[in-house]
């Protein structure tokens, strides 16, 4: 199975007294195909999540956590239900999760949680009935159609236009306890990010650039052509990181930051 990233942002908001009853929210974020060995904070020498960084220094960082499937579908469903693959049955790009398994949105919402997902991959979305529990779901399948994505680099929604979108529900919806599930997807194939992005990490290359490269064969490509191809993903990290930080930077503006349990990690790498 493979690496993945993953840290936790704890912080509790206090009850001060009955009448100032205080928000609390919990935000579970998936980074579409994220690999822990190119953020900084586990290592990586380019500045590709100086967002995250800085979120990873304020939380528990693990480094030892594993995902249950090797693609989106199975693997969000586990972060969905807490099962593995072979249980809740959600494995193939056929097979949609069983009306018989519960979700932990399903869960939260019978504990008086308002439960809400913002994604930008349909595959971890109502492709495959992911959407079970959720009070507000939104994603490309019953959405974010292509006349609604705005500006997009790989075809999917930004992680701008998520953020916003989730901030701006967010701003109108009044209850006390608010889960949040967003499903960032800039990182992934075909590779692509704003041009100053892409030049940042590219430095100077000015050949093809494969930006849906063959990793698990025939992909002896040339050196050159190789940097370029990891450079394109790194930019897509970096975008996605800015995304990461207008959310944290919008919970701040609003007074949630302190009130949020965050957690933030991928489906796979």
Same mark, same amino acid.
């Given at each position: 199975?493979?690496?993945?990233?993953?840290?936790?942002?704890?912080? +509790?908001?206090?009850?001060?007294?009955?009448?100032?009853?205080?928000?609390?929210?919990?935000?579970l974020v998936?980074?579409?195909a994220?690999?822990?060995?190119?953020?900084?904070?586990?290592?990586?020498?380019?500045?590709?999540?100086?967002?995250?960084?800085?979120?990873?220094?304020?939380?528990?960082?693990?480094?030892?956590?594993?995902?249950?499937?090797?693609?989106?579908?199975?693997?969000?469903?586990?972060?969905?239900?807490?099962?593995?693959?072979?249980?809740?049955?959600?494995?193939?790009?056929?097979?949609?999760?069983?009306?018989?398994?519960?979700?932990?949105?399903?869960?939260?919402?019978?504990?008086?949680?308002?439960?809400?997902?913002?994604?930008?991959?349909?595959?971890?979305?109502?492709?495959?009935?992911?959407?079970?529990?959720?009070?507000?779901?939104?994603?490309?399948t019953?959405t974010?159609?292509?006349?609604?994505?705005?500006?997009?680099?790989?075809?999917?929604?930004?992680?701008?236009?998520?953020?916003?979108?989730?901030?701006?529900?967010?701003?109108?919806?009044k209850?006390?306890?608010?889960?949040m599930?967003l499903?960032?997807?800039?990182?992934?194939?075909?590779?692509?990010?704003?041009?100053?992005?892409?030049?940042m +990490?590219?430095?100077?290359?000015?050949?093809?650039?494969?930006?849906?490269?063959?990793?698990?064969?025939?992909?002896?490509?040339p050196?050159?052509?190789?940097?370029?191809?990891?450079?394109?993903?790194?930019?897509?990290?970096?975008?996605?990181?800015?995304?990461?930080?207008?959310l944290?930077?919008?919970l701040?503006?609003?007074?949630?930051?302190?009130?949020?349990?965050?957690?933030?990690?991928?489906?796979?790498?």
């Amino acid at each position: 199975m493979l690496r993945l990233l993953v840290f936790l942002s704890v912080s +509790f908001g206090c009850v001060f007294s009955a009448q100032a009853k205080e928000r609390e929210l919990m935000v579970l974020v998936l980074v579409d195909a994220l690999r822990p060995d190119h953020m900084g904070v586990y290592g990586y020498d380019k500045p590709t999540t100086p967002e995250m960084d800085k979120l990873a220094a304020l939380s528990t960082r693990y480094t030892r956590a594993y995902v249950n499937a090797p693609w989106t579908r199975p693997s969000t469903a586990s972060f969905l239900t807490g099962l593995n693959a072979s249980r809740h049955r959600t494995e193939t790009n056929k097979q949609k999760l069983p009306t018989d398994i519960t979700t932990l949105a399903q869960r939260l919402k019978k504990a008086g949680w308002t439960t809400a997902g913002f994604v930008a991959n349909g595959n971890g979305g109502s492709l495959a009935k992911l959407q079970k529990g959720f009070d507000v779901f939104r994603d490309p399948t019953n959405t974010y159609t292509k006349k609604k994505r705005g500006k997009t680099y790989n075809g999917l929604p930004s992680g701008h236009f998520l953020v916003r979108n989730a901030l701006n529900w967010l701003d109108q919806d009044k209850s006390d306890k608010v889960f949040m599930f967003l499903f960032l997807v800039d990182p992934h194939d075909p590779y692509g990010a704003p041009k100053h992005l892409e030049q940042m +990490f590219l430095e100077g290359y000015k050949g093809k650039i494969t930006r849906s490269p063959i990793w698990e064969y025939k992909n002896d490509y040339p050196a050159d052509r190789r940097k370029a191809i990891i450079a394109v993903y790194d930019a897509g990290i970096r975008y996605g990181d800015e995304a990461m930080g207008r959310l944290v930077n919008g919970l701040k503006e609003r007074k949630l930051f302190d009130k949020t349990t965050m957690m933030v990690t991928a489906d796979h790498g």
